[in-house]
């Protein structure tokens, strides 16, 4: 997770963000084909349901609600990353959103760019978290040098950018 090798240049913060906005514009861009197919398909005449137990078209028409709902959740995610500002970060900063942070587990080293939303995109090798999730909460307000246990492991924050 999110390893790479410590002579491996470092992706800038801003090349991250960038990413993200490319991935989730992409992403946002086939939920809304996909919706617009499921829900000409949940009015298609062919869908129409032939006696009380056929449920394709309502079955169709949940999916198309549902890829609806991800399609704004998507929409917000994006919205966040292109309003993001960027903090700067020290060895004495508490870690918070934009914090890029490099945390060593094993002899391995891993990098984490906290984020507003979208967490589980991965940027040259960098994985995108957000303070929600489980390793999130490990890591928002620690400071470099702070250790943790995450999974039964051992963890230590190497830097913060």
């Known amino acids: 997770m999110g390893r ?10 801003s090349a991250i963000v960038k990413q993200v906005i490319k991935h989730l514009g992409d992403e946002l861009e086939l939920l809304a084909g996909a919706s617009r197919k499921m829900h000409a398909d949940a009015s298609d005449e062919q869908n129409k349901a032939e006696d009380q ?16 709902r991800q399609a704004t959740a998507t929409e917000e995610a994006l919205a966040a990353y292109q309003a993001l500002t960027l903090a700067k970060f020290t060895a004495t900063s508490p870690i918070a959103i934009t914090a890029l942070v490099e945390l060593e587990a094993r002899g391995e080293r891993m990098w984490y760019f906290i984020g507003p939303k979208a967490g589980g995109i991965e940027v040259k090798d960098v994985f995108v978290i957000t303070p929600e999730s489980p390793i999130g909460q490990q890591i928002v307000s620690k400071k470099v040098g702070d250790r943790f246990k995450f999974h039964a492991q051992d963890y230590k924050i190497i830097s913060v950018r």
Do not use: N, V
């Open 53 to 68: 137990y056929d449920t394709r078209g309502l079955e169709t028409a949940y999916l198309a609600s549902s890829q609806a």
């Open 4 to 13: 790479r090798p410590l002579d491996t240049p470092m992706i800038s913060k």
